[in-house]
């Protein structure tokens, strides 16, 4: 069968589909296509090599983030938005940060969703 793609290592020949990445035993199945090819597979992949390098991050950069996620829990509440002055019917703060969102239709209002800077009480309004 006469292929109408250029050969392209990595391409299959009928398809022009990427293949995926060959796997140290067993052949390749083109996604589109359904075509199998060989265990040796060259004739898809010619000679190109896939390289893998891992880099993990190393303990002394895993105890800094964690320290960092303890010192962020333990200060004040991160806000969530703009802030406006608001008052929070659970705690008294006056300052509230909002969010909006058409959750109705098009020809009515936003939600306005508003969350307490320091004791995280969420409450909304249709506006």
Known sequence: MSSSFTRIPGFCPDCGSILPSLQ???GVTCYSCSRIFSEDAEEVFGTSKVKYTIVFNSREAKKK???EDKRQKTNEVQEEGPVVE?????CGNDKMSYATLQLRSADEGQTVFYTCTKCKYKESENS
Not at 86 to 90: A, L, N, Q, T
């Open 65 to 67: 983030n964690i320290k």
């Open 24 to 26: 140290n035993k067993g």
């Open 86 to 90: 608001r008052k929070c019917p659970k």
